[in-house]
């Protein structure tokens, strides 16, 4: 991870603008080599695909910290199937409020979120106008009625950009 970190902030050198690590064990010091990549100003990548990587709550901190940097452009990030807690997403969701950053397509498929995640995340889909997320996916997490409600809320603002929404949980159907 340390020599694709490398490899992708070189120079301004690589083309590269999507990278599917799907199934892959990066685990958390391996990210920690990827956000520093991301957060530099050569780095093109538009797409980052980190489904089932044996991630926790502890790499999201470096992924927060990349998606508030100048040098940032990633406009699809899937975080599906890790262990990444309600801390860990909190920090992405802090990150993500603030205004300016171009990612449009958000995937927390499995990443046992609750109903008070949920909370957070329609505050982001809301607050201020400043989230530009078109596409999330959340399903497989407890979200339950009352963590439903809170996305009801925010789909309701007329700030909410969001497109697309995929739910799947037999308690919000």
């Known amino acids: 991870m ?4 490398t490899a992708l902030h070189c120079s301004g050198q690589s083309e590269l ?8 064990t990066l685990t958390d010091q391996g990210l920690y ?3 520093k990549a991301l957060q530099h100003p050569c780095c ?4 980052l695909i980190l489904f089932d990587n044996e991630l926790t709550a502890a790499c999201c901190a470096g992924v927060a910290e990349a998606l508030q940097s100048e040098g940032y452009r990633l406009t699809q990030l899937d975080r599906s199937v890790n262990e990444l807690g309600r801390e860990g997403v909190l920090q992405l969701c802090k990150a993500l409020s603030k205004p300016g950053h171009p990612l449009e397509e958000l995937s927390l498929v499995c990443c046992e979120l609750t109903p008070l995640f949920f909370k957070e995340l329609g505050v982001l889909l809301f607050s201020s106008g400043t989230s530009g997320q078109k596409t999330m996916s959340v399903g497989l997490n407890k979200v339950g009625d009352e963590g439903a409600k809170y996305f009801w809320v925010a789909l309701g603002d007329k700030r909410c950009k969001l497109e ?5 949980n037999e308690s919000v159907v």
């Open 164 to 168: 697309h929404l995929a739910q799947v």
């Open 2 to 5: 340390e020599s694709l970190s």
């Open 33 to 35: 080599w990827l956000a």
């Open 17 to 24: 603008r999507i990278l599917n690590l799907t199934q892959n």
């Open 44 to 47: 093109q990548l538009q797409s």
